[in-house]
């Protein structure tokens, strides 16, 4: 799989098995907006990698808890690795 691939290149490659979480707040465009290009977003919202970070968390714990919605706690924090680790 892709992230498996790109999280073990972080970890073995780079040396990072751990990465700080320096900033919190990020902003979210709201679903269906988020895709429709014909017009700028009505409103954005606020989301935060510590509660998304909580929230998965939580389905490990009790992975029967997972559901399909649990991947949008996954992107925005796979995004913040992304830009951590590259800059």
Known sequence: ????AALRHI?????????ELDEDLYWEVPFPDLFNLRKSPVELEVG?????????DAIQSEPKNATALSL????PLLRYL???VDG
């Open 1 to 4: 799989m892709a992230v498996d």
């Open 72 to 75: 949008v706690h996954i992107f």
């Open 82 to 84: 992304a830009h951590k």
């Open 48 to 56: 935060n990698l510590s509660d998304d970070l909580e929230f998965l």
């Open 11 to 19: 970890a073995e490659n780079l040396g990072k098995d751990h990465i």
